[in-house]
């Protein structure tokens, strides 16, 4: 029979995250104060972030960070997670090209993010905090998150952005489940929410600004740090266990991929299955392909400019420099809430500008299509960000089928859709459309760094 | 780091299952004829089920039966399941004792039941079957057959028990993601249904009705045959893989079970479990304990009479000797719609009645209560019905509290219950109630074998 997972014990569970920015030719620009310009030190961040984490965010030396213990044990309910070929997928494709796929789907929250909330649940809990804060799009961040709290003990408050709110119901009371309070964003619960209420009472929210309203409460409360689930350094730095895992897998395969695929939100996704593999070819023993399939609804790298913004609605982050559409830029109500962000991480723009990868933008309808279509033959009812991922993946495979080249692809299915099937019926009552951004919605929202305050 | 799950390659995938009927010292009696009270041959099943099931239905011969490869090549998508130890839940409780789980929660139709539906589904497309049609109670059933015959391109039809569809519209969805058509039975399309809804318009359904119209269907349409999810023997048999490989993975353990415990709706997933490991009970080589969990609201096995019964509300199918609460008992609609079901497996009721095993009583809102605690500690959100297994487990693990007495408890996880959540909100609600049979209830319906007709 042949061989359709490929799986390692718990005790190859890395001990290590892999920190891309020290290997980096590019390093990341600083960020900026967004007042004085200055670029901020680790401490500057202490104020909104746990300590180690704020360390981790500008660690440009240490290419391996060990994972605490604890992190470790509690990454043993569901790691290591399966690698799988998806030989049925090839089947219907009729694909010469081997397809893998990195099964995140399986952690007890449904999705990948549970990596890095396990360990800022546990970096706040080591620091003595006892409340995180954080924003929520799809509802996959804010369930990992509450997930990870329940387990050390800490409270958890989650600002879930409108749109996804009343679409995912499903993905609050898993929330409420794990013991979290879960607020629709905007809410008048802050400064940053009231101001956006008050301009647009309709407004159906975005990760931006229920970003702001986390932030501000994590700095208004005492003992209280912000949790953010995506775009970060460190964040995206404790999701390379994915890859680093598969790495391992594809080499019990007997194979290594020519092309890692992931789906684009603000990069964790992406950068935990995609870095530990690019790591190669940096230092020149391959040459694999990255590509970042985003929403065409909210085109960041395809279309974005690389500047410094801010990483909020409001403008409380520090300045970033990286791809973006422009912070007050409002995403179209797409179903994979978790894509819906106007920018791509700092470590991840910079690398994105040095063209170690590449971008590709997904339409709605087709992503859906794909996600279907991977459901009939591999079984699995993806989330509707992974079918951005399985899309890309799709146009890949029949490339190969036009030029008859066996490649080797591999991508992440960072959840699981069994929560998101509202979505799936409106894609088969042939509701739902796709939405498409033009040149001149587009100009008014980048700005340059000098015209931000 | 202490190893929490353990875990089999793919080429530990059972090749055989096993048939208890085959070692048990009393085999169950036979099924008998309505109207002439006739012993039933395998080939008076096959206007209803696929000739393999029905010979598999009433083999008590060969204790060992292979399993067809396409089948095992379909159960390596999910195939082997963790067996995962409780170290969390055990912390929570503060017991001395060793509980495990076996996690069926991870196939990816989200419950065990895939592990006869695929077998069905292939039995089927070898006889050269084009349709299959079945009902199901909280729809992990009826998922599993969309998925599994989405895998062999049969045409699926589900009768899907109006509570279930009306409380848990995600699971239509998932059903209809895998290409099935789903129906809410009762139902106008059948004469079972329209008999049932002319005494009574606003009938909720359950999984006797919805049997009825299923092979009503099956028996009026061309190459169309019905598959049942549970109480049959050969599906009972299907399970077994469950057993097979927890009995292997203990062993990885270090331990052997002092008590397996599972949930009990018609028998499918307690004898999937237990099955294998009680038969070192019948050679005498380990005196292990089996509890069946079930609802107090529909209590076959706890109160209900061994007798002569129809397998379904309107009396189509052959008369079975079991534990039953009669066939037009009409369970409360609880959430663990996969428990509402009048009588026991057949097998299984022989081995209740010889002793080899006990049964338990859940109140509903216990089930609950369980479960909340499973997911706060254990992290994966259970399917209603497997919180009756973890309520008992946990029982069990008081007991031992008490005693001292560090024993081994497995269990079996069942499905998850991402698509239940509505029921968890109604929990946190206060709005959920527990259900009370009263002896004057019960009284009515059960008939002896020479009443029914």
């Known amino acids: 029979m042949r061989q359709k997972k490929f ?154 952005v409108k749109v996804s709110y009343e679409q995912k119901p499903f993905r609050r009371s898993i929330m409420q489940a794990f013991g979290a309070t879960v607020t629709p964003s905007p809410s008048m619960s802050t400064r940053a929410g009231k101001d956006i209420l008050t301009r647009n009472p309709n407004d159906r929210g975005s990760l ?60 964790s996704n992406f950068c935990g299955i995609a870095l530990p593999f690019m790591r190669h070819n940096m230092d020149g023993t391959r040459n694999t392909r990255f590509i970042a399939a985003e929403p065409c609804s909210c085109p960041k790298l395809t279309r974005g400019k690389f500047e410094y913004d801010f990483g909020d609605e409001a403008g409380m982050t520090p300045l970033l420099p990286m791809y973006t559409l422009g912070h007050s830029f409002k995403p179209a109500s797409i179903h994979a809430g978790g894509l819906r962000y106007h920018g791509a991480g700092v470590m991840l723009s910079q690398l994105m500008k040095d063209g170690y990868m590449e971008a590709m933008d997904i339409e709605q309808l087709d992503s859906f299509k794909a996600g279907v279509l991977f459901a009939r033959t591999e079984g699995i009812i993806p989330a509707p960000e992974s079918c951005h991922a399985i899309a890309a993946t799709i146009k890949e495979a029949e490339k190969c089928k036009e030029t008859g080249e066996p490649k080797t692809i591999l991508f992440c299915l960072s959840g699981h859709g069994f929560v998101d099937m509202a979505s799936y019926d409106k894609y088969f009552s042939g509701e739902m459309q796709n939405y498409h951004v033009s040149d001149e919605d587009l100009a008014g929202f980048i700005k340059s760094a000098d015209e931000l305050n």
Chains 1, 2 share one sequence.
């Open 208 to 267: 931006g600004c229920a970003i702001s309203e986390a932030i501000e409460l994590a700095m208004t409360t005492p003992n209280c740090k912000y949790a953010l689930g995506s775009v970060m350094n460190h964040v995206c730095m404790h999701q390379s266990v994915i890859g680093l895992e598969a790495e391992k897998q594809m080499a019990l395969a007997g194979e290594y991929p020519d092309t890692v695929i992931a789906c684009f939100g603000g990069g």
């Open 7 to 160: 799986m390692l014990p718990e005790s190859e569970i890395p001990t290590h995250y892999f920190n891309m920015q020290a290997v980096m030719p590019n390093k990341p620009l600083p960020f900026l104060h967004p007042q004085t310009k200055a670029p901020l030190r680790p401490e500057d961040l202490y104020p909104i972030f746990c300590e180690e984490c704020a360390r981790q965010e500008l660690n440009q030396t240490d290419v391996w960070i060990p994972i605490p213990e604890p992190v470790r044990e509690q990454y043993a309910a569901y790691r290591c997670t399966p690698l799988v070929r998806a030989y049925e997928l090839e089947a219907a494709l009729g694909t010469p090209a081997h397809i893998y796929y990195k099964n995140e789907s399986v952690s007890p929250a449904g999705s990948h993010k549970l990596n890095s909330a396990i360990a800022q649940a546990w970096y706040a809990k080591n620091q003595g905090i006892t409340n995180l804060t954080t924003e929520t799009g799809a509802g996959q961040w804010g369930g990992a998150l509450s997930y990870a709290t329940s387990k050390f003990g800490i409270d958890c408050a989650v600002y879930m």
